[in-house]
């Protein structure tokens, strides 16, 4: 699911050139669209999802059965009334500008692009599973920093946010990356900040975990200097860009994207024995 500017930004050179592709590949049944009310008035920016014909394109360059055109057309029927569409168009913002910014420097890229979905799915061992909102890589200057991402709207108390600190915790997480924390607001993040170091006390969390407020107005967007390492310490010393974060999980060269798969040229094979040997711990170190 992206908007507009989302699709936009990783992929057109302006908002009109992306709009008239998307409503020729809207009437081609390509892409599904829509759009939320506001009861002031007006409307939201158009959300884009795969239709069905775009859905059975894919699935035949997979070699994979395609979906049931009627369970389908219910599926994104429902997207609209999704209790977690906003934070999922959120989750997506933050890497659509990680992406847009590639696209102005040879030297960077998104690398890996997991869901919530693709997360749950590989990150559990045991009674523990991990739920982040997403995980990917980011590559800079000849730097590679996988990550996951935990992704703050300020609903949730911060109670429950740093609460999951203890599964992060019990997982091994340092063995695939560093977690951060995206949240709303500079005033969220230093409450976020204030309740870890109640949470966490003087105890080494085992990971590295960065914080960063969306308000930054950073040109960069999330590539910049506006991510600050957790420490015991009540001020930030320094904000570094998100390359300069440090550098965990495994080293994978870069390949060149499955089909129907982008953002994935440092993904690993979920069903390769080496990494689900890392993640139920049988080995916790990279050659």
């Known amino acids: 699911m992206l908007t ?8 057109f050179s302006s908002i009109r050139r992306a709009q008239d592709r998307l ?12 759009r939320d009310s506001y009861s002031a008035g007006g409307t939201s920016q158009t959300r884009y999802a795969l239709g069905y014909r775009g859905a059975r394109v894919i699935t035949a360059q997979r ?20 209790p977690k569409l906003a934070h999922q168009l959120g989750v997506n913002d933050f890497f659509c500008g990680l992406a847009a910014y590639a696209r102005t420097r040879p030297d960077a890229g998104l690398t890996q692009w997991w869901s919530e979905k ?35 709207t300020g609903t949730e108390p911060l109670s429950k946010v740093v609460g999951k ?6 997982f091994g997480t340092d063995v695939f990356g560093v977690l951060l924390f995206s949240v709303h607001s500079s005033l969220r993040e230093r409450n976020l900040r204030s309740a870890m170091r109640q949470q966490l006390g003087y105890e080494k969390p085992g990971f590295v975990i960065a914080t ?9 967007g ?27 999980g495994p080293r994978i060269a870069q390949h060149a994207s499955p089909v129907g798969l982008p953002f994935s040229e440092a993904a690993w094979d979920p069903h390769d024995t080496t990494m689900t040997g890392q993640v139920t711990g049988d080995e916790r170190r990279w050659e």
């Open 222 to 248: 999330p590539a910049g200097a506006i991510w600050a390492v957790w420490s015991f310490q009540d001020q930030i010393q320094e904000r570094r860009r998100l390359a300069e974060l440090p550098q965990r």
């Open 63 to 82: 070699a994979e059965k395609p979906p049931a055109a009627g369970a389908y057309a219910e599926r994104l029927e429902r997207l609209g009334l999704w």
């Open 118 to 152: 693709a997360c749950t799915e590989f990150f559990w061992h045991g009674d523990i599973k991990l739920r982040p909102d997403a995980y990917g890589c980011w590559d800079e200057q000849e730097r590679r920093v996988r990550f996951f991402l935990e992704h703050d």
């Open 4 to 11: 507009t500017n989302q699709i936009a930004a990783i992929e």
């Open 212 to 220: 960063a407020s969306r308000d930054h107005g950073h040109p960069d």
């Open 23 to 34: 409503r020729q590949l809207r009437e081609l049944g390509v892409v599904f669209a829509f």
């Open 165 to 170: 600190l203890g599964e992060y915790s019990r």
